[in-house]
């Protein structure tokens, strides 16, 4: 993957992933697959991240979300609590995991922040399907 930093290991999908349940927003997700770029922001060091990240990998894999199609950005935590890495200031990271969907020339057309009230999945879903 170009432009690519690592892999978040929190990324790798959740093997107990119920697809099933997701089948709407699976759908959405499968039809932009191929004309958006995920970009992930997230460390392997954080619980949210740990929580969050696996389903959201399961949930891509499961709407053949092509691996070139999601760009990971390993952040880490600053001694004063900010977080670094690559991509962070020029998109505004403070809380991780984030997820910025964008078109292939930059416009974003979603952003999933760590303290939303549903899986992300579910939130960039509902957020894509009104573009």
């Not at 970009?39 to 949210?48: E, L, P």
């Not at 962070?88 to 995991?97: A, C, Q, R, S, T």
Request: proline share 6%.
């Amino acid at each position: 993957m170009s432009g690519q930093e690592g892999r978040l290991e929190t990324m790798r999908p959740n093997p107990v992933f119920t697809a099933d349940a997701y089948e709407e927003e699976l759908a959405v997700l499968r039809e932009h697959a191929d004309r958006v770029v995920f970009r992930v922001w997230g460390g392997d060091w954080c619980s949210d991240c740990r929580q969050q990240l696996p389903d959201f990998g399961a949930a891509l894999a499961a709407a053949d979300v092509p691996d070139e199609r999601v760009v990971h950005y390993p952040v880490e935590k600053a001694e004063d609590g900010s977080k670094v890495g690559p991509g962070v200031e020029e998109y505004g990271i403070e809380l991780i995991p984030t997820v910025v969907v964008e078109t292939d020339d930059g416009e974003e057309l979603a952003r999933f922040v760590e303290e939303a009230d549903r899986p992300i999945a579910v939130f960039l879903a509902e957020a894509l399907a009104d573009e």
